[in-house]
């Protein structure tokens, strides 16, 4: 009788203490990044973390959410969240508060998805108005060595000078 409890009582801790999520699929996803144009700066948290194109490797969310932003000498920095689904292997944790409890402190409970990004980065723009002007009145471009986008709200018009 005492064989078949402590058997049953070890069935039901090992059902009690697994983290399924945090098992069955880790505790990172591999994110795919790619921008319009190349080589764009990828930060996470203030840090570099590589350059457009790439893969990246994340810590799971759990209830937190993960900024990215991509920045690129002359063009706007794009910000953007990455999107994060519930991670259905947690399910097997059934009852298990302990297994739960892993995953919720482990991020496993939920996963990225989409875990692939395509980003179009703009340059940067500036108004027409605000450009310097000539003795004649014609229009001088910075002598930047980036793309500018000059905007005619006016017209309606908006060139990219590259």
């Known amino acids: ?4 409890i402590t ?3 070890m069935i039901a801790a090992a059902f009690m203490v697994t983290g399924c999520a945090t098992i069955l699929t880790g505790t990172t996803d591999d994110i795919t990044i790619n921008s319009t144009p ?3 700066d990828i930060m996470i948290g203030g840090l570099k973390v590589g350059k457009t194109p790439a893969t990246i490797t994340v810590k799971r969310p759990g209830f937190g959410d993960k900024e990215i932003v ?3 000498e002359g063009y706007e920095i794009r910000t953007f969240l990455l999107k994060k689904t519930f991670n259905t292997a ?3 944790n059934l009852a298990g508060v ?3 409890g892993i995953d919720v402190l482990t991020g496993s409970v939920f996963k990225y998805d989409p875990t692939s990004y395509n980003v179009e980065l703009d340059a940067i723009a500036v108004n027409i108005e605000d450009l310097p002007r000539d003795s004649f009145g014609r229009i001088s471009l910075p002598d930047w060595d980036q793309p500018i986008r000059v ?3 006016e017209n309606e018009v908006s060139l990219l000078f590259y």
């Open 1 to 4: 009788m005492i064989k078949e």
């Open 7 to 9: 058997v049953a009582f």
């Open 38 to 40: 190349d080589g764009a």
């Open 70 to 72: 991509l920045k690129l």
């Open 90 to 92: 947690a399910i097997c």
């Open 98 to 100: 302990l297994g739960w």
């Open 151 to 153: 905007i005619d709200k």
